[in-house]
């Protein structure tokens, strides 16, 4: 099984690339600078170029012989509202439809936790951010014939991972989940694909292998 990982450079990319190639999958990481490329290669991926700003069909080359495509890009916090629909918006949507162009079955998209919940927005101190993610699980949702899984996650941190998660986040009074742990989650989901659903996820009591199978 091979697997591509757009955002590869990211934060729950990099931790993605790691735990995905310590199975024995082989794993490609997509970057959008060279200089990218040595962190991959150290975590044990292989580096394909992938550039969200370009078109639909800039992507197939980075799509052959894949059998899973991971979507975990995102302008980052240092960017304006433009990139942020650019890249979480638009080029997710580009990554879909590449996908099935290349006759991809599978795509997970890490999303985010209250992405259904208009009302929160605004709440957020970053609408934009949720309006793109939004969309874009619209779009995978409801545009699309891919078998598809779409992680939400809730607030995420560098702490360390836990193996452990529950999908019952309103009943929680924790709303955070580490990177490593949402990787793990992701990593998961690859070796037991269950098309067409929706994961919402902090970290709980749960065994993330008990959760996923």
């Known amino acids: 099984m ?6 590869a450079h990211g934060h ?3 931790h993605i690339v790691e735990q995905l190639a ?17 962190a991959i290669t150290k975590l044990g991926g ?20 894949v059998d899973t495509v991971i979507f975990s890009a995102g302008s980052g916090g240092s960017t304006g509202d433009d990139m942020t629909i650019n890249i979480d918006l638009d080029g ?10 290349a006759d991809i079955k599978r795509f997970i998209i890490v999303s985010a936790m209250g992405t259904d919940d208009r009302s929160f927005w605004d709440k957020s101190g970053i609408r934009p951010y949720y309006v793109a993610k939004y969309y874009a699980d619209q ?26 998660i529950t ?27 269950q098309p067409k659903q929706i994961i919402e996820m902090v970290n709980g009591n749960d065994p993330i292998a008990d959760v996923i199978k």
Request: charged share 25%; hydrophobic share 40%; aromatic share 2%.
């Open 2 to 7: 091979t697997t591509l990982i757009i955002g």
């Open 12 to 14: 729950v990319g990099q």
């Open 22 to 38: 310590a199975t024995g999958e082989t794993v490609y990481g997509g970057i959008r600078k060279p200089e990218q490329a040595d």
């Open 46 to 65: 292989q580096v394909r170029d992938v550039n969200l700003m370009g078109t639909v069909e800039d992507l197939l080359p980075a799509m052959k012989d």
């Open 92 to 101: 997710a949507i580009k990554a879909m439809i590449a996908t099935e162009k």
């Open 139 to 164: 779009w995978l949702r409801h545009r699309t014939a891919l078998d598809y899984t779409i992680v939400r996650p809730g607030i995420l941190t560098n702490d360390a991972p836990t193996g452990k």
């Open 167 to 193: 999908t019952d986040s309103a009943a929680s009074e924790n709303k955070k989940i580490s990177r490593a742990d949402v990787a793990a989650t992701v990593v998961a989901i690859v070796q037991h694909p």
